[in-house]
Nanobody, 126 residues
Framework: QVQLVESGGGSVQAGGSMRLSCTVS????????ITWFRQAPGKEREGVAA???????FYIASVKGRFSVSRDNAKYTAHLDMNNLQPEDTAMYFC????????????????????WGQGTQVTVST
C-alpha cells in the first residue's frame, strides 16, 4: 500500500521561505507524479504544483516563479520549495501520488491520484 508522509510546514513571515517534503513508501519506482495541493479555510482545494514521472513540471500562475517542485529519486522524496511566501499562501498543503501520469502539462485530475498525504499546515503572517 502506497503511503505518503509530508514534512516541513509551520509559520513564517511574509517574504519568507519554506520547504515541504513528501516521502513515498510502498511503491517500487521513483518515477511517479507528485502533485501538491492546498486548501485554505472556506476555500476549495487547488492544485499548486506538480512534477511528472518524466520530471516535467507545472505551476499555477499564482505561484509560478516563487515555488519550485523537485524530487530526490534515491530517497523517494519530492520537495516543494516556496519562496516569497505571502499571506494568501496560508493553507493546509497536501501531496498526492499518481503512478499513471508521466508528462505534466497541467494539474492532473483528482481521480488520477492513488494516495494522499495527511497534510501539513503553512501559515504566513504579515
Amino acid at each position: 500500500q502506497v503511503q505518503l508522509v509530508e514534512s516541513g510546514g509551520g509559520s513564517v513571515q511574509a517574504g519568507g521561505s519554506m520547504r515541504l517534503s513528501c516521502t513515498v513508501s510502498g511503491y517500487r519506482y521513483s518515477t511517479v507524479c507528485i502533485t501538491w495541493f492546498r486548501q485554505a479555510p472556506g476555500k476549495e482545494r487547488e492544485g499548486v504544483a506538480a512534477i511528472g514521472g518524466d520530471d516535467s513540471t507545472f505551476y499555477i500562475a499564482s505561484v509560478k516563479g516563487r515555488f519550485s517542485v523537485s524530487r530526490d529519486n534515491a530517497k523517494y522524496t519530492a520537495h516543494l520549495d516556496m519562496n516569497n511566501l505571502q499571506p494568501e499562501d496560508t493553507a493546509m498543503y497536501f501531496c498526492a501520488f499518481s503512478s499513471r501520469v508521466m508528462n505534466i502539462q497541467y494539474i492532473p485530475p483528482v481521480n488520477l491520484f492513488e494516495a494522499w498525504g495527511q497534510g501539513t499546515q503553512v501559515t504566513v503572517s504579515t
